[in-house]
């Protein structure tokens, strides 16, 4: 059985950071790709970022959260993280990490198996 447990959200002063962390069981996501969602109150849940398989080093963003946001791996510890600095009001949201049962990135929710169970994230101005 895959989960998919998010942590490290919280409130945080616009300007800070927060780090928030996806650990995975039942599966070895090193060849899947990883990706990170946000939805706030009344909108649609939105594309952050992602990780492409084997390659975790290619990583795409989002144009609302680049140059802010950086996505990481440690397959060691099957967990992936997405370091959120320079936080701004519009970032408020519940977080969602999410794997996809291939190595090829997608900007789209739908294409995404697995999904946590999110964690918020409040940014106060």
């Known amino acids: 059985q895959v989960q998919l447990v998010e942590s490290g959200g919280g409130l945080v002063q616009a300007g800070g950071s927060l780090r928030l962390s996806c650990a995975a069981s039942g599966l070895s996501f090193r060849s899947y790709a990883m990706g990170w969602f946000r939805q706030a109150p009344g909108k649609e849940r939105e594309f952050v970022g992602s990780s492409r398989g084997w390659s975790g080093s290619s990583t795409y963003y989002a144009d609302s959260v680049k140059g802010r946001f950086t996505i990481s791996r440690d397959n060691a510890k099957n967990t992936v993280y997405l370091q959120m600095n320079s936080l701004k009001p519009e970032d408020t949201a519940v977080y969602y990490c999410?794997?996809?049962?291939?190595?090829?990135?997608?900007?789209?929710?739908?294409?995404?198996?697995?999904w946590g169970q999110g964690t918020q994230v409040t940014v106060s101005s």
């Open positions: 999410a794997v996809r049962l291939s190595v090829v990135v997608s900007t789209i929710a739908n294409e995404y198996d697995y």
